[in-house]
């Protein structure tokens, strides 16, 4: 996911990838890829894969794992979340086997935050869907730490307690300065999601060339329109 941020206008944009896309991965050649085994080769490889395909800047990176989301969530005290159809959380980590998201408003501790965000099997579109489950806990995780003060004044504390649980180039000067601006004008941020499209094929893969996989083919309308998103949001 590439998350945009313009704090001029107050606004962030939330752009996200197929795990399937089918991408030239950054200083290949031959064979294109599945955009998830950038990872294999490190997160520098993913942050410039993604620079190649959307002709943009890329900041900093972070990355987090499951028990990132858990115990972020469980911080902040649950997040509530907007589900547009009911299921049964049935993922394991740690959620009760009679857990049911409701369509509509939700509270989630940290487990089932992340069960909601990995659930595709549910849902006609499989993972197409789950893309736009995981921007809605991010959403929900940005909108409960910018509305409560006495969370961000604690940040220290958090991040101390997550160092292990994520990976950042970001600057911890640029972090206080965002809350401390927060803190100070408790600024309202305006949330837009996009996700880019393809359509499903088989192919060999840069990574495993031995036989096809399932890869989706990037609309690359799709990627022009999310990447002039991204250039208004920054420019705005």
């Known amino acids: 996911m590439i998350v945009t941020i313009n704090p001029n206008t107050n606004k962030i944009l939330l752009t996200s990838i197929p795990r399937d896309y089918y991408v030239q991965l950054h200083n290949t050649t031959g064979y294109k890829d599945k955009f998830t085994h950038s990872g294999i080769y490190g997160i520098e490889m993913s942050k410039q894969t993604l620079e190649d395909l959307f002709n943009i800047k890329i900041d900093y990176t972070i990355k987090v794992g499951f028990n990132s989301v858990v115990k972020i969530v469980d911080l902040l005290g649950g997040i509530d979340i907007n589900s547009d159809m009911a299921f049964q959380c049935r993922c394991g980590d740690g959620v009760p086997s009679n857990r049911y998201i409701i369509e509509g408003n939700n509270h989630l501790n940290g487990a089932e935050a992340l069960c909601f965000s990995r659930q595709r099997k549910v849902y006609q579109t499989g993972d197409n869907h789950r893309i736009l489950n995981q921007q809605v806990v991010l959403e929900g995780i940005i909108s409960k730490l910018t509305k409560e003060k006495s969370i961000l004044i604690k940040y220290d504390e958090i991040l101390n307690s997550l160092s292990d649980l994520y990976r ?69």
């Open 168 to 236: 950042t180039d970001i600057p911890e000067s640029l972090i206080k300065l965002y809350i401390k601006n927060q803190l100070e004008n408790n600024t309202k941020w305006q949330i837009e999601k996009q996700v880019v499209t393809g359509s499903g094929s088989m192919d060999i893969t840069y990574s495993m060339p031995g036989r096809n996989l399932y890869v989706m083919i990037p609309n690359e309308e799709s990627v022009k329109k999310a990447t002039k998103n991204i250039e208004k949001t920054l420019s705005e």
